[in-house]
Each structure stands twice: as structure tokens, then as C-alpha cells.
């Protein structure tokens, strides 16, 4: 039976029983706040939460004394440094949790694995377990992108509406890093669409001429993310990619399976 202290938001489960409902608000009101872009007004809240003003102000109060949320001038509210240090800490253990799976990716394709996580509009890449080639490529983890030009940024966008790729490319621009960076709008949703059809991504020197990358989403990630693999375009070829790709989606499913049981647990 539906519980009667269910918010509104048909998008946001009721708070499962038993925990503390004054954390579990808190926390739903931070979500929100990510969710509308970071920055939000209290009736906002209100009417997408479901709960009374005073409440959400009762709990703003304490978030703000904490450091997890910024008053404006404005008296509007947005998310706040505090945040920061956590986010980082927990993309540095997502990163930690994915090794042993892109291990197993350098196994069996021969090639660099990696792992890559959406951060606002740009490309950050937590996770890396090299080839055992002596040509190999290398990416430092840490290292932000723009997904215009990479596998895992297209891995990464390719379900987000078409409207919502376009405000973020009109944000970041689209430099060219190569001959074969695609620089406009249009080129990127039809490889975009390309993506969806085929069920992985392609940067074919995109990034960095001789370099042949390709990539998945993980499925259900609590954030999103990609595996991907890297080589030289010779090693990299369209054979290879026939075998690879079954081996990304197969280690990307078990990741996320992975994800989910260290949520559950905790």
C-alpha cells in the first residue's frame, strides 16, 4: 500500500521505513537541488517535495550550517562546497570498485581499460588499468575532457535528450583536437544516434590521431558512467572490435551488478 508521507514527485520513491526521516528529507532535498541544477528557491522544494515550507526551511538551516547547501543574496539556495570533497571521495571508490572489472577487460582485449564518469559538463576520467603492450595508451586519472571528441563522452550522452546535448555543447564549445574531431552540433547527435543503434561508442582519432577507442555506459551506474578500452588504431581495427564489444557489455552488466550489491549493502 502506498504510504501516505509519499512525496509528490511521482520520480522520487517514498522514504523507505525504518531509517531517520529527518536525514532521509535532507537528503531527498539535496537531490532535488542537483536534479534543478543546483541552485533552487524553498517553494521550488515545496511543491516538487511535497513538504511544508517550514520543514524544508527547518532543514535548509541545518544543511547550510553544515556546509552541504550556500544561502544566496538572492535567498534562493545552492549546493555548497562541502559537497565537493565528498563527490570526489566517492568517485575516487567508484573508481576503486571498477579496477579488478577493468582488469579483467585488459584480460581478455590486450588493451588499456578505462573508466569515466559525467562531471557537470565535462568528462573525468577515476579509473585506469593499463595494456601490457609496449605501445599503449594512457590517460592519467583525474583528467577532464570534452565529450565531443571522446568514446565515453558519446557513451555517456547518447540517451540524453537532443536539446539538452546541444545546451551543453554550446557550453563547452566543440575545439578541434584532430582531423577527425566532429565540431558541430549535428555531427555529434548523429553519432549519438549511431551509438544507440550499434549498443557502443566509437572515437576513431578523434581525440588523438593512431588512437582507436571504444565504449560503453554501465547500466543503472548511481552516477553515470562508461568502461572503455584504448589502442592503437592497427591493433584496434574493425575485426577486434567485433570481439571487443561483447567483452565491454558483459563487463560493464557485471559492474553494475557489482554497484548495486555495494549500494544494497550499505
Known sequence: MPSSNATTD??????????????ERAFDLLERMADAGGEVGLSELSASSGLPLPTIHRLMRTLVACGYVRQQTNRRYSLGPRLIRLGES?????????????????????????????DGDEIVYVAQVPSKHSMRMFTEVGRRVLPHSTGVGKALLAHTPPEEVRALLARTGMPTATEKTITTPDGFLEALEQVRR????????EQEIGVRCLAVPVPNSPTAAAISISGPAGRVTEAATEKIVPVLQEVAEDLSAALASNGAQG
Do not use: C, F, I
Open 10 to 23: 511521482a520520480s522520487k520513491p517514498a522514504a523507505p521505513t525504518g531509517g531517520v526521516q529527518s536525514l
Open 90 to 118: 566517492a568517485s575516487r571508490l567508484l573508481g576503486t570498485w571498477a579496477r579488478p572489472y577493468l582488469a579483467r577487460l585488459v584480460e581478455e582485449t590486450g588493451e588499456t581499460a578505462n573508466m569515466a564518469l559525467l
Open 198 to 205: 550499434a549498443g557502443y561508442a566509437v572515437d576513431d582519432g
